[in-house]
């Protein structure tokens, strides 16, 4: 039985529920470094699936589906950044009216283009690398390494590229250190001549662009067609990871891919396992408040995040 | 010299944002119509005829208001108190499952004490819930924030797999049509547990109101809370206290008051709040719980509150205008043949919020501005 659920399948299918986690929560993570809370990610994911969904039915082309959802991440990032960050409104509410207007515009369009909630995709992306060689043939090594590694939609190696990326710029660039300044210390930021303003707006269109591309691979590349809701709290899930990956890039794929792991075994455990399948679910959101009340490697946020930037003047 | 006071054009600006947002919403709404091809005007006129021009119209957004004053009660009263309760949901969910579960196994008890206590588990399964955020927020600091949301998803996991286990068994017509039940649900609560419907009253006093319309006794708990929301945050010591904390908990801290208790009981009785939905879902309307009756109510609350201004009277006037927009978008869908789906007050909702938020701050730097000019 041990076999039949730890294989190279299981692992490729960790990685596949772990990428929109994983690119959801590095949006958070970008967001809250710069001192922004960004819990309309749900609703961005949710709207980037719709998107995807559209845009590829309509031109056939579901890389211009992918670009689309990426684009009204973006869209949907610039309105929170305005609320936010011009407007000074409280970033929760911001969020939530984000997640409800997600909720609301992605089935309204549904009807209206397409007369259903349910939109099959037309045109998948191809499987990028190693073609796989036939049961049998070869050594079963290289086929079970071909599995879990060489054979995914090209979202994902994007995703990988996209992390290794984003850590380099958060850590080891002039930019990630003004971006994390301006979510520790704005004050001190400013008077360092780092347009506070700039920063965050760019920073929260990121994480919009972030999530939108996860809800692209979740309705093309997951579940091939959307479903209203179908976000279904990944959203959520992924500030879980964030929380517990501590803010950081790679251990926020670290804590996605955790939870990718939990999601698979709990898909293939359904019925084998004791504990019911619901107890499973509640492990990211357990663990995300564990990590932040337990004493020993406790999460702190970025010191300002939350809070709107206000220039001293005279 | 007796000071008089001078009408502040700004102060009132400032109280009737919320109105502001509205109007600018429906007018984004109305440009969203006449993109669809439709005339706004009309359906507009749709809507507010069907919804406030009779009284069967009234009912039902009395309704869908219900439990709306009970969520937006709970951010409110959280709010007063400088916390941020966006767990309604959850603490709705576990404050109706334990009623629910109340109702369905306590059968033999008379009406006058089960329905007292199904209401009072409703109350204690949300405080509950809305205890562990409250705590943790008093003793280690942690962002009630996150803490509610993750405990949103962990009630919904949870009341998923207690739905399951008392799973109603498959009635009659479903064996012998051999078909499941498509979405689980728990078996129906007593009869002596289920609140009448405001019918009951109107026939009572010979007022010609029909019988099916499905507002309940739970729309009149609704208002008493929302008195009783009052009453302890402006006539109470505990409510003094818990509006000291929010103004500034230093300071009340200096002043003697706990600021831990008061962040423990803001968060208690807030999420008692939430979980007398219960009392509108199961009790009067639906007789068992069922997950999807409750889709984003908890969340609707945060909107209701803020247009409320988190006040008790203008959450039951921001829940009523809720109760209009879903009843009337229902009734626009219906009656332009889905070519209006009622996904659009949804979005009106949703930018109703942003332009209060938005106009709130607008009004602030205006006031501000002025008070350095003068």
């Known amino acids: 039985m041990f076999g039949d659920i730890f294989n190279a399948q299981f692992v490729a299918s960790s990685i596949r529920v772990a990428v929109p986690l994983a690119l959801a929560g590095l949006g958070g993570v970008f967001s809250e470094r710069s001192g922004v809370i960004n819990i309309g990610l749900e609703g961005m994911i949710l709207t980037g699936a719709f998107t995807a969904v559209a845009v590829t039915n309509f031109t056939q082309n579901p890389w211009a589906g992918v670009l689309g959802a990426i684009l009204v991440g973006i869209l949907l990032g610039l309105i929170h950044a305005v609320t936010c960050i011009t407007f000074k409104a409280n970033q929760i509410v911001s969020g939530v009216a984000i997640n409800l207007f997600a909720s609301g515009i992605t089935v309204f369009f549904s009807w209206l283009l397409f007369g259903e909630t349910q939109i099959m995709v037309k045109r998948n992306l191809p499987i990028w690398g190693m073609p796989l060689p036939n049961i049998g043939e070869g050594s079963t090594f290289v086929r079970n390494i071909i599995v879990m590694f060489a054979h995914h939609s090209p979202l994902v190696y994007l995703t990988i590229i996209t992390f290794i990326l984003a850590h380099l710029i958060l850590f080891k660039t002039p930019f990630g250190l003004r971006l994390r300044s301006v979510g520790e210390y704005p004050q001190a930021a400013d008077t360092m001549g780092v347009n506070i303003i700039k920063m965050r707006y760019m920073a929260v269109m990121t994480s919009g662009a972030l999530a939108g591309l996860a809800g692209s691979f979740l309705s093309l590349e997951q579940a091939h067609f959307f479903v209203k809701e179908m976000s279904g709290g990944r959203g959520f899930i992924a500030l879980a990871a964030m929380i517990f990956g501590k803010w950081t890039p790679l251990g926020t794929a670290g804590a996605a891919l955790l939870f990718g792991v939990g999601e698979a075994l709990a898909m293939r455990l359904q019925g084998v396992l004791a504990i019911p399948v619901q107890f499973i679910h509640m492990v990211p959101y357990l663990l995300a408040i564990f990590v932040l009340v337990s004493a020993i490697g406790r999460a702190i946020p970025p010191a300002a995040d939350g809070i709107p930037y206000e220039k001293e003047i005279g | ?374």
Not at chain 2, 3 to 13: A, E, N, V
Not at chain 2, 176 to 204: C, D, N, W
Not at chain 2, 305 to 332: D, E, M, R, T
Request: hydrophobic share 55%.
């Open chain 2, 1 to 374: 010299m007796k000071s008089i006071k001078k009408f502040d054009y700004y102060t009132l600006l400032e109280k009737i944002t919320p109105l502001i947002a509205v109007v600018l919403a429906l007018l984004v709404g109305a440009i969203v119509i006449i993109l669809i091809g439709e005339n706004p005007i009309d359906v507009y006129k749709l809507l507010f005829s069907h919804a406030i021009g009779n009284r069967d119209g009234w009912g039902n957004v009395l309704f869908r208001a219900t439990p709306l004053i009970f969520t937006g009660l709970t951010v409110a009263f959280a709010f007063r108190c400088g916390l941020f309760n966006i767990g309604g949901e959850g603490q709705m969910y576990i404050g109706s499952f334990l009623a629910t579960w109340v109702g369905f196994t306590f059968t033999n008890l008379p009406a006058f004490i089960l329905i007292p206590l199904c209401i009072l588990s409703a109350a204690a399964g949300g405080a509950l819930w809305a205890a562990v955020p409250g705590i943790l927020k008093a003793k280690t600091g942690v962002h009630e924030v996150i803490v509610t949301i993750m405990m949103n998803w962990i009630a919904a996991s949870l009341t998923f797999f207690l739905v399951l286990k008392f799973k109603a068994p498959p009635t009659e017509e479903m064996i012998a049509a051999g078909v499941k039940q498509m979405i689980p649900h728990t078996s129906e609560i007593a009869e002596a547990a289920r609140l009448p419907r405001l019918y009951t009253i109107f026939k009572f006093l010979n007022i010609d109101f029909p019988a099916y319309n499905q507002v309940n006794m739970s729309f009149l708990i609704a208002v008493g809370v929302a008195i009783f929301a009052y009453y302890i945050l402006w006539k109470t010591n505990l409510g003094y206290e818990i509006r000291a904390v929010g103004y500034s908990p230093l300071a009340a801290e200096y002043g003697g008051i706990s600021v831990a208790k008061n962040i423990v009981l803001a968060m208690v009785i807030s999420g008692a709040f939430a979980g007398l939905v219960g009392t509108n879902e199961v009790m009067g309307y639906k007789y068992r719980w069922r997950p999807e009756i409750f889709t984003g109510l908890g969340f609707n609350g945060i909107a209701v509150a803020l247009l409320g201004k988190n006040h008790p009277l203008g959450v039951v006037l921001a829940a009523i205008l809720f109760g209009i927009l879903n009843y009337g978008g229902a009734i626009v869908n219906i009656f332009t043949a889905g070519r209006i789906p009622r996904e659009l007050i949804m979005i009106l909702q949703a930018v109703i919020v942003i332009f209060v938020v938005i106009s709130d701050e607008v009004v602030k730097r205006l006031i501000r501005q002025r008070r350095k000019i003068l």
